[in-house]
């Protein structure tokens, strides 16, 4: 069935008005991303700074058998607490997918999906973003999952409620670890779906920093308490800032590969209606033609 001339045009306005929307929305994206860049710029020499204060105390006693260390005697109890970060929008291409994936697929630690009856009894799920939910309606038990709806502009308070029932939780003896599971920020054109372990803390993995002359007070108990709380709850954060960098980009990519689809699709379509034109002026001429010879 051939197509009219004036449907092919309709298709030409309508895709050149979608590519329009694509365009601004692919625009918005690029903002927001630069937006939340120059915060995780910021933010993190901020945390850097926590991360080595927390170096230079590694050794002490207090830290080597505090309960956010690996060396902590009774860490094999509890659960494990798994920590998924989704989007609340869509059109962000496979960003929610792939990270679903690797809760299927597992791996290290993470061994959720792959043998769902053995395994699942074996986690807590903290899940955030709309998409999140969805999949956790469909996926996941609900007597061991939590739900978390934030904003898309993240603020650090935002989290603090979230970071707050990790530490509660994980203190408490229900988790045995923390696995936080979301796509990790590489560049504008590649977001890499990643599982980070956020407690217990590899303090044995960090850098022996500066020897700056701390004064610890009201004693080294208290604030290394103090100080390991705002590094958990900052390393949350920075993952966060992450995770929302990657949403903007893989959108941006996402809203760009459309653009130029649709840029195609108009391509195509003109060339298709001015083929179209031109053989119905053919046939017009044709029948001017005939009709003259007719006369004739």
Not at 34 to 52: D, Q
Not at 65 to 82: D, E, L, R, V, W
Not at 150 to 173: C, H, P, R
């Amino acid at each position: 069935m051939s197509v009219s001339i004036n449907d092919i045009k309709k298709k030409i306005l309508a895709t050149e008005n979608m590519s329009k929307i694509t365009k601004a929305m692919q625009m918005v994206s690029v903002a927001k991303l630069g937006k939340t860049e120059s915060r995780i710029k910021h933010f993190k020499n901020y945390h850097a700074e926590i991360k080595a204060i927390v170096s230079t105390l590694k050794d002490s006693e207090h830290l080597a058998g505090h309960p956010f260390s690996t060396g902590y005697q009774n860490k094999k109890a509890g659960k494990i607490g798994c920590v998924v970060i989704t989007s609340n929008r869509g059109l962000v291409g496979g960003y929610n997918n792939n990270l679903f994936k690797l809760l299927k697929a597992g791996g290290d630690s993470l061994q959720v999906m792959s043998e769902k009856d053995a395994k699942l009894a074996d986690f807590k799920f903290y899940v955030t973003g709309q998409k999140g939910a969805i999949f956790a309606k469909n996926e996941l038990p609900q007597a061991c999952t939590e739900l978390f709806l934030f904003a898309d502009e993240l603020s650090y308070t935002d989290i603090l409620e979230l970071a707050s029932k990790l530490i509660a939780d994980y203190l408490d003896g229900q988790l045995r670890e923390i696995i936080v599971v979301y796509q990790d920020f590489i560049s504008k054109l590649s977001q890499e779906p990643t599982q980070k372990v956020l407690l217990p803390l590899k303090l044995e993995g960090l850098a022996n920093a500066r020897n700056p002359n701390y004064e610890i007070a009201p004693d080294e108990i208290t604030v290394i308490d103090d100080l390991l709380v705002q590094y958990v709850m900052t390393s949350l954060y920075e993952i966060f800032l992450s995770a929302n960098m990657s949403e903007h980009a893989a959108r941006m990519n996402s809203m760009s590969n459309a653009t130029d689809n649709a840029e195609d699709i108009i391509k195509e379509s003109k060339l298709i209606y001015n083929r179209a034109r031109q053989a119905a002026i053919t046939q017009e001429l044709n029948e001017i033609v005939a009709g003259a010879s007719a006369v004739n």
